[in-house]
């Protein structure tokens, strides 16, 4: 098994062990693949939830960036219902799992396919 197919796997682990969601496997591979290298990288591979820079740079580069939102307060609301479905007091967000969430939250899949 490769080092991405390897995280794909926890990856899938966290969003039904700690955000109560079955992934689609599909989607989540994609998501994951859309993050590039930052996956293997211990500080990119994971999102700071309570860092407001890190949360402005998934809000401008992922949300407005990737999927192509209009940057208004629905982008902050959502980005905080993703930290509170993930688990605050979860250190270790993976940047995978926040991208999968909140694409499938703004039904955004369409752009992976």
């Known amino acids: 098994m490769s080092t991405r197919e390897e995280l794909i796997v ?18 989540l591979t994609k998501v994951t693949i859309g993050c590039g290298p930052s996956i293997y990288n211990a500080d990119s591979a994971t999102v700071a939830g309570s860092q407001p820079s890190e949360l402005v740079t998934v809000k401008k580069n992922f949300l407005i960036g990737k999927l ?46």
Do not use: W
């Open 10 to 27: 926890k990856y899938a682990k966290d969003l039904k062990e700690k955000c109560g969601v079955t992934p689609d496997m599909d989607l």
């Open 68 to 113: 192509g939102l209009a940057d208004g307060p629905e982008l902050d609301s959502a980005i905080d219902a993703v930290m509170e479905q993930y688990g605050r007091s979860n250190s270790n967000k993976y940047r995978a799992v926040v991208y999968y969430l909140l694409t499938v939250h703004f039904k955004k899949e369409g752009v992976y396919n």
